[in-house]
């Protein structure tokens, strides 16, 4: 699976736009393997309660999907994307 990396986020990856993990079940599995190579991303994806965090957005394949245990393992792609905020 491809994994698109934000900006914002990438200082994690060393810099990298997109990163190949091997496909997982779930969609929490797909954070789960990328925090296990790139340790610290998964707390800035993913909150203390399980949840996805409020300003970031998750895209499979190009389908909105919030739920950590939606399954994901014929996916090809996952797109992190931070809000941009201003005034």
């Not at 993990?21 to 998964?42: C, H, K, M, Q």
């Not at 707390?43 to 499979?60: G, N, Y």
């Amino acid at each position: 699976m491809i994994v698109r990396i934000p900006t914002v986020l990438r200082s994690y990856t060393g810099g990298r736009e997109t990163v190949e993990i091997a496909a997982p079940a779930t969609l929490g599995g797909a954070v789960d393997a990328l925090d296990a190579r790139f340790p610290g991303l998964r707390f800035r994806i993913i909150d203390e309660q399980r949840a996805v965090r409020p300003h970031i957005k998750l895209f499979v394949d190009g389908a909105l999907a919030r739920d950590l245990a939606t399954p994901v393992p014929a996916a090809h792609e996952l797109m992190i994307v931070g809000a941009l905020s201003g005034g």
